[in-house]
């Protein structure tokens, strides 16, 4: 049993995944926020499953403040954290991703990993991990990137004919979709392919 939920908004709320569903929980944020929201997933049951995506574009001095907190109380739940974010001018991504497994939650497998494409020197990005573990025979871990733009490949799709501007428009883009191919629903995965050329289309692009 599949389910999948696209949103634009990030609010304070718990939610409990079913025995034998899978969710798919999608998150597109491009405008920010002031106080952190927190976001809970339970799993009660077993052979409950959660995939979310967060993808974040911020500009100007917009502030990401959130945390997930996923906790499992039964055996064989999985959930995988991917969490994109592109942070232009000052934009300040401040993420806590909290893994709960209890003591009866026995081969839970689940992962989270931020990765963040800085556009700008005065832009921030703070992730934190945090893992509870009650029992054992089970996966968790985690992972964090940080990086800015390819310039040697930016400069070769500039060879290729783009103007600076689309390359590193081209790039970025390129990153944040990446994780859309996981997704079974094409037309939702091209519903957020325009929702990203959309919000990248009037950001100025600088040299970092």
């Not at 969710?23 to 976001?39: H, M, P, S």
């Not at 001018?89 to 939650?105: H, P, Q, R, S, T």
């Not at 060879?159 to 094409?186: M, Q, V, Y």
Request: aromatic residues 8%.
């Amino acid at each position: 049993m599949y389910k999948l939920i696209i949103t634009d908004k990030i609010s304070t709320e718990t939610i409990t995944i079913a025995k034998d569903q899978t969710l798919g929980y999608v998150l597109f944020l491009d405008k920010g926020w002031e106080k952190t929201q927190r976001l809970t997933f339970e799993f009660k049951e077993e052979n409950a499953t959660l995939h979310f995506l967060a993808i974040m574009i911020g500009k100007n001095k917009e502030k990401f403040p959130m945390e997930t907190v996923s906790i499992h109380k039964n055996r064989n739940t999985k959930a995988y954290y991917t969490l994109r974010s592109a942070l232009f001018d000052e934009a300040e991504v401040d993420y806590l991703g909290n893994l709960k497994i209890e003591k009866n939650a026995h081969s839970t497998d689940c992962y989270l990993a931020h990765h963040t494409l800085m556009l700008s020197k005065d832009a921030k990005t703070n992730t934190v991990p945090c893992l509870e573990i009650e029992t054992d025979d089970v996966k968790a871990g985690h992972a964090a990137t940080i990086g800015n733009i390819d310039e040697d490949l930016a400069f070769y799709l500039e060879s290729r004919g783009l103007d600076k501007k689309s390359a590193k428009t081209l790039l970025i883009r390129n990153f944040l979709e990446s994780e859309l191919k996981n997704i079974p629903d094409e037309e939702a995965q091209k519903s957020l392919v325009e929702k990203i050329d959309a919000a990248l289309k009037n950001i100025v692009i600088k040299d970092v």
